[in-house]
């Protein structure tokens, strides 16, 4: 028998999300974002739920080739352009949008043998200070690009930096602004927060990522609660293990853990070698057949331990939800001082996974 753990992918739940987005950005078309194979969901199992999507986004040339390959056949975004000049020859050969924030993107453009123009986003760098033109330039940028033959529509492109926080995007809107001010080309700028909470910034496309999965932007499940949105994947397994400790008595790698009375804890079949995040402090939230308990003491490689004094009636065998449908993956990362981003994407190769309606 393979060990208990497995993720389950609610193909529904990010069908839903994507008509969720279209709730909020009514009047924009959606690039559907599928960087890090599709948020450690996995591209070749989740493009057909989001296929009412506008377009798909992502970083990885060879994630383009296989979500074409796999039978889309509408747009295709790179949102960190291309890296090498010989790239070009895919992403004529795909029909790729790519996105260019450089000098050198433009001339590797203006050179290449090209089948026929490609579409372009022109990225401005409006604060967030990864990729992007600076805001001065961005008008002799795309006066240069109009003129280059290999280059047929284009779009503005940025990226918020504090969309999901109090200080919001009106410093970035206004730079953004500002540099495009004369420069009639459609915006492509809302993230997931910002689709969700910034009308004005939603333009001509929106660029949701995190949100298609049913997580948070901000890390904290109770800002999308409302919303509509539901979770894309369950991580689950089972007790394997149940260990009766008395006081004094300690738990995992450190005794990070010590029992101050007669205690009764699970040991579950999973770890961080799985993906759960290794730094989980005692405390952090897991669900053990219908109960929310706590996990205890330090996470090992394969098996983490589990409180269950809340849950008299787990005995070995019992499920455990990690995080999922009933115990939101932002609660987990925020126990564990991270983001259900980093959750998600590094679930690992030898967890199982399943899909379902």
Request: aromatic letters at 8%; proline letters at 6%; one cysteine or more.
């Amino acid at each position: 028998m393979p060990r208990p753990i497995s993720a389950t992918l609610h193909l529904g739940a990010i069908a839903n999300n994507l008509q969720v987005v279209r709730r909020f950005a009514p009047g924009a078309k959606v690039w559907s974002v599928v960087k890090a194979n599709a948020y450690g969901h996995g591209i070749a199992r989740v493009w057909r739920s989001l296929a009412q999507t506008d377009g798909f986004a992502m970083l990885d040339l060879a994630e383009a080739v296989l979500l074409r390959e796999s039978g889309w056949q509408g747009p295709i975004l790179l949102l960190e352009g291309f890296f090498q000049p010989q790239d070009l020859a895919l992403l004529d050969r795909y029909r790729l949008t790519t996105a260019v924030h450089s000098d050198w993107q433009l001339a590797a453009i203006a050179e290449a043998r090209l089948s026929a123009p490609l579409e372009v986003y022109l990225k401005v760098n409006s604060g967030m200070n990864r990729l992007g033109f600076a805001p001065e330039r961005l008008h002799g940028v795309w006066q240069q690009a109009q003129g280059i033959a290999n280059i047929a529509g284009m779009t503005v492109m940025s990226h918020f930096a504090t969309a999901d926080g109090p200080e919001g995007v009106q410093q970035q809107m206004a730079t953004i602004e500002n540099a495009a001010a004369a420069i009639p080309l459609p915006r492509c700028l809302a993230n997931s927060a910002a689709t969700l909470w910034h009308p004005d910034t939603h333009g001509g496309w929106v660029r949701p990522g995190i949100v298609l999965y049913g997580a948070s932007p901000s890390g904290r499940w109770r800002d999308i609660a409302a919303s509509g949105l539901q979770p894309a994947m369950t991580l689950s397994s089972e007790i394997i293990g149940i260990q009766r400790l008395k006081s004094g008595d300690r738990v995992g790698y450190g005794g990070r853990y010590g029992a101050t009375g007669a205690q009764r804890i699970g040991v579950v079949a999973c770890g961080y070698a799985d993906g759960y995040p290794r730094h989980a402090p005692t405390g952090t939230p897991v669900w053990v057949g219908g109960v929310l308990t706590r996990t205890l003491g330090t996470v090992s490689m394969d098996m983490l331990a589990v409180d269950l004094a809340p849950c008299p009636q787990a005995e070995l065998g019992t499920e455990v939800e990690l995080w999922g449908r009933r115990l939101p993956v932002d609660d987990v990362a925020t126990a564990a001082g991270t983001l259900g981003y980093e959750l998600l994407t590094a679930l690992a190769a030898r967890v199982p996974v399943a899909s379902e309606i």
